[in-house]
């Protein structure tokens, strides 16, 4: 069975956080500037990237099923060339080869820039680049293709953190940061091609320091006509401590077209198991830093990620993070049992939490966050505000835009297309989303009138 030797035809499938989501992107690009077309299933195409996550079991896992899948030969007996890339490719490269010895191709998200020279390489026997290059690959990616409202940007990479629990520092490498004017540059391209609001990504955004800090990089994309809204994820605790933390707290008043959000996960709502998770905050420094927040910028919506299940975690410490979830009232919260990442501190402590523990906290937590959420939601009902039109809705003649606290309002405005922003006054509220009408110009009411 033989993969196609001048491929036509590609397709990048996604896992995990938007990072990933940035990188296939970017992998597009590089594919597409190679003379491949893009085409929107693996089984119809000639080479298949799976850009995989690592960060717990079940999301590395997939990988080997996708594999599975695609090797089976097709109708003329060919299959697809196979590239594994992102975190799992990093973590796991050399098992990788060992478990499935159909896959071509094995990247790690450091060095996917090399992806076109990777799969001539391959047609010889499997092309492996796992390194971590001192040269950032940004410098060698072709222009975005994009055609969209709503951009990633990703402008630090790595983490320096050490969680107990998390894969990220082995897979992503330590952080690094882009120049800002790489970035501006990058950003006023989005623009010209209709970009109209960009998210800055970074494992931790707010550790960014590419000649700016992250609130100066905000200060200087808003300059940038066109673009409109600005937002940035996902953000350290520990970094919005001290002077950093201030000035991006003094962005979220000054800038208006920085949104009115902050993903800022915690993880637990006990002090306790975050010093045995090395999270370097507490849940007292964590609820100071949303106390100065929402003291600049009241109307401020929050969001963040929680563990249970940590080793050692007691029924207490998951009361705590009960508490925080009531305590915090988050738009949004994403919750993870704890898995265990082979390599990390985590895995060899002892206290292990059982399975049937995990699930049944699991369950009463998303029971807290989906009251919280919708609570939220409620409490926006009478707000007018502006919304991004990014998707159709489902029923006829409705539209799906993003309000500034990242709700997905559902809309319906004649003649309204998506990419545009429109004014609406929001009126009715679901756990996630919320229904809008359109304002009215004052000219067309005294009009009907
Ligand atoms: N840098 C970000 C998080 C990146 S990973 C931060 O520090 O907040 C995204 C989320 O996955 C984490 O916030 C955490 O909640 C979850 N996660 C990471 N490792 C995990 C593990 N071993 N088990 C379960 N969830 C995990
Ligand atoms: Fe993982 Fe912690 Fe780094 Fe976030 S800060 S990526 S959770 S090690
Ligand atoms: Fe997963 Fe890697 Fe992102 S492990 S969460 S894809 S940084």
């Not at 401020?300 to 029924?315: K, N, R, W």
């Not at 501190?345 to 049937?356: H, K, R, W």
């Not at 003649?397 to 606290?405: D, E, F, H, S």
Request: aromatic content about 6%; charged content about 20%.
């Amino acid at each position: 069975m033989t993969s196609p030797a001048s491929p036509k035809t590609y397709h990048v499938k996604s896992f995990g956080c938007q990072m990933n989501v940035y990188d296939s992107e970017r992998m597009g690009d590089l594919l597409s500037a190679d003379g491949l077309t893009a085409v929107d299933t693996p089984e119809a195409a000639d080479v298949v990237v799976l850009n995989t996550c690592h960060i717990r079991e079940r999301a590395a896992e997939k990988l080997y099923s996708d594999i599975g899948r695609l090797r089976q030969p097709r109708a003329d007996g060919s299959r697809p060339t196979i590239v594994a890339a992102g975190c799992v490719a990093q973590a796991e490269g050399a098992e990788i080869g060992r478990r499935a010895p159909d896959v071509d191709v094995i990247v790690g998200p450091l060095a996917y820039h090399r992806l076109p020279e990777l799969l001539k390489l391959a047609r010889t026997g499997r092309a492996v680049d796992i390194d971590m290059p001192a040269v950032p690959k940004f410098d060698s990616l072709p222009q975005r293709r994009i055609a969209q409202a709503s951009a990633f940007l990703t402008v630090q990479e790595g983490c320096d953190k050490f969680c107990t629990f998390c894969v990220v520092p082995y897979t992503r490498g330590p952080e690094t940061s882009r120049p800002a004017a790489d970035l501006i540059a990058e950003a006023e391209a989005l623009v010209a091609r209709g970009v109209r609001e960009v998210t800055l990504l970074g494992q931790n955004v707010n550790a960014y320091n590419g000649g700016l800090t992250l609130a100066g990089l905000i200060r200087a994309l808003a300059q940038i006509d066109g673009l409109e809204r600005i937002r940035y994820t996902t953000s350290h605790p520990r970094d919005m401590q001290g002077t950093g933390g201030d000035d991006l707290i003094a962005a979220h008043v000054e800038v208006a077209k920085l949104m009115p959000y902050l993903h800022l996960p915690v993880q637990s709502g006990s002090s306790r198991i975050l010093k045995a998770m090395n999270r370097a905050h507490t849940r007292e420094s964590y609820l100071a830093t949303l106390t100065r927040l929402r003291a600049a910028r009241p109307d401020v919506a929050l969001s963040g990620d929680f563990i249970v299940g940590f080793p050692g975690e007691t029924e207490a410490d998951f009361q705590d993070t009960l508490s925080i979830v009531r305590e915090v009232q988050y738009a949004a919260a994403y919750c993870f049992k704890y898995s265990i990442r082979p390599g990390t501190p985590a895995a060899a402590m002892a206290d292990q939490v059982p399975e049937a523990v995990k699930d049944e906290r699991l369950a009463r937590l998303l029971a807290a966050v989906a009251e919280g959420s919708l609570a939220f939601n409620r409490s926006t009902i009478g707000r007018r505000c502006t919304i991004l039109l990014e998707r159709p809705g489902r029923k006829p003649g409705q539209l799906i835009g993003k309000t500034p606290w990242l709700q997905s309002a559902v809309v319906s405005i004649p003649g309204a297309a998506i990419g545009d922003l429109v004014e609406v006054d929001i009126v009715d509220a679901h756990p996630n989303s919320v229904e809008a009408v359109p304002v009215v110009p004052s000219s067309q009411e005294s009009a009907a009138a």
